[in-house]
């Protein structure tokens, strides 16, 4: 029987609550038989079913949440109610704070939360710089030699070197780069790791003692008072509470300082690569970046800012939130039991036709022309929303607007091969290798 949706619920339209519709199960069965991946199942559940449906692929139903009012009822307005359960990250991250929950997570992330902010930013600004700058020597050698490279190792490089020298004020040097590309091999494995967490440590077990080899060194190197030339950084903020609070042990700050490694680059790195890959693809765009304003003008911020921003619509940071009904709730006037679990995936609310017309095309005048994009808190969220949004948001924004504004301007980018196809992992990233070349801009 219908009942009234309860106080803080989001109801739908006709007032009663019902069950979330599901799936017909032959959908599932010959998505299947195809050997089909994740995308392309929820892609077919929206489609058929609608932006908020009911899927098994086991015995118990997921919900796939992409209506932006169900969006933001779930991450933004109940976040207490739907939670994130024991992230599988966990075994490269630990209890950063990026996998941690409750009271935990929230001292950590107060923290952290002042360096991300836009006065905690500038803090980070020169370095950030340096770390363009030192691209942009790269691609200019490059482009004088005419020397193939690799986009997405050269935005691997960037970004890392930009995150490690906001940790540790040192620019990166190519040994710690090699030790650090486990990092990037450890989050590649995981979705294919078994589930046993004895079992997926042992499988990476080689490069997890590279990476607490590398972030043992820097913290005694915090420790010990040293200051790279670019001061102190994230790291002096780590081991300063470290001497302050209890639960900031040797081991925490190893968990805080890998997780920020891990997503301060990896996610980053991904959104430049697309981005090029899709400027091959659509060059006026570069072109109408580059004519919007001076060098250095906020005219030409903005343009190269929408840039990223249409490629974040496309490729969003995290393409999928898993989240936990900690308790019964109704959403968008469908029952919710405790204990389900449920999917918010911005990577199809971003390309639902009804939100974003014609959603394949890059397009990044949505983002400057008044009525370009929709307005709901729900329909773009490629950091999330609400409280655990990514804490990195203005810090990625900021790096990739920075080497682009040096970029654009003095390289086109020629691939060798085909645009590249997307990999569904807990990033959806450009697969294989991406050789190019370096041409001058015609002018």
């Known amino acids: 029987m219908d009942t009234e949706a309860g106080p803080g619920s989001l109801p739908h339209p006709s007032g009663s609550v019902r069950t979330v519709p599901e799936a017909e199960p032959e959908l599932v069965k010959r998505w299947r038989s195809q050997g089909g991946e994740l995308v392309e199942l929820l892609t077919q559940v929206r489609e058929h079913v609608g932006g908020?449906?009911?899927?098994?692929?086991?015995?118990?139903?997921?919900?796939?949440?992409?209506?932006?009012?169900?969006?933001?009822?779930?991450?933004?307005?109940?976040?207490?109610?739907?939670?994130?359960?024991?992230?599988?990250?966990r075994l490269l991250v630990g209890d950063g704070v990026l996998s941690a929950e409750g009271e935990a997570w929230k001292r950590q992330r107060r923290v952290l939360q002042s360096q991300f902010t836009g006065t905690g930013m500038r803090r980070y600004d020169r370095r950030i710089s340096e770390a363009a700058r030192a691209t942009a020597e790269r691609w200019a050698e490059y482009a004088r030699t005419g020397?193939?490279?690799?986009?997405?190792?050269?935005?691997?490089?960037?970004?890392?070197?930009?995150?490690?020298?906001?940790?540790?004020?040192h620019p990166l040097d190519d040994?710690?780069?090699h030790e650090l590309e486990a990092v990037e091999?450890?989050?590649?494995?995981?979705?294919?790791?078994?589930?046993?967490?004895?079992?997926?440590?042992?499988a990476v077990a080689a490069d997890l003692a590279r990476i607490d080899a590398v972030a043992r060194h820097a913290i005694e190197a915090a420790?010990?008072?040293?200051?790279?030339?670019?001061?102190?950084?994230?790291?002096?903020?780590?081991?300063?509470?470290?001497?302050?609070?209890?639960e900031y042990t040797?081991?925490?700050?190893?968990?805080?300082?890998?997780?920020?490694?891990?997503?301060?680059?990896?996610?980053?790195?991904?959104?430049?690569t697309w981005l090029?890959?899709?400027?091959?693809q659509y060059p006026a765009a570069r072109e109408d970046a580059l004519a919007a304003g001076e060098e250095n003008s906020e005219e030409r911020r903005q343009a190269i800012q929408a840039l990223v921003h249409e490629t974040l619509r496309l490729y969003p940071s995290a393409w999928l939130m898993p989240r936990h009904a900690a308790e019964d709730d109704t959403l968008d006037g469908y029952r919710v039991e405790a204990g389900t679990d449920l999917l918010v995936c911005p990577y199809l609310t971003h390309r639902d036709p009804e939100l974003w017309p014609d959603p394949e095309r890059f397009d990044p005048r949505r983002f400057l022309t008044p009525g370009g994009r929709p307005t709901d808190t729900g329909a773009y969220f490629p950091f999330g929303i609400g409280p655990r949004a990514c804490l990195g948001m203005q810090f990625a924004l900021r790096e990739s607007t920075?080497?682009?504004?040096?970029?654009?301007?003095?390289?086109?980018?020629?691939?060798?091969?085909?645009?590249?196809?997307?990999?569904?992992?807990?990033t959806v990233r450009p697969d294989g290798p991406l050789p190019a070349t370096l041409r001058p801009p015609v002018l």
């Not at 020397?147 to 004020?169: C, P, Q």
């Not at 091999?185 to 042992?202: H, K, M, N, S």
């Not at 090029?276 to 091959?280: A, G, K, N």
């Open 185 to 202: 091999a450890v989050g590649a494995a995981l979705p294919t790791l078994p589930a046993d967490v004895e079992e997926g440590r042992a």
């Open 52 to 89: 908020v449906a009911a899927f098994r692929i086991g015995p118990a139903r997921t919900v796939l949440v992409t209506e932006p009012r169900a969006v933001q009822h779930v991450l933004a307005r109940h976040p207490e109610t739907y939670v994130k359960r024991s992230h599988r990250a």
């Open 223 to 246: 420790r010990a008072g040293e200051i790279g030339p670019d001061g102190p950084g994230l790291l002096h903020v780590l081991t300063e509470a470290g001497a302050e609070r209890a």
């Open 250 to 272: 040797d081991r925490l700050i190893r968990d805080e300082l890998v997780t920020l490694l891990a997503a301060g680059h990896e996610t980053t790195a991904s959104t430049l």
């Open 402 to 426: 920075v080497l682009l504004e040096r970029l654009l301007p003095a390289h086109v980018v020629a691939f060798s091969a085909g645009p590249a196809k997307p990999k569904f992992g807990f």
């Open 147 to 169: 020397k193939t490279l690799d986009v997405g190792r050269e935005m691997h490089r960037f970004a890392l070197d930009a995150i490690w020298r906001s940790l540790t004020g």
């Open 175 to 177: 040994e710690t780069q």
């Open 276 to 280: 090029y890959l899709l400027l091959d």
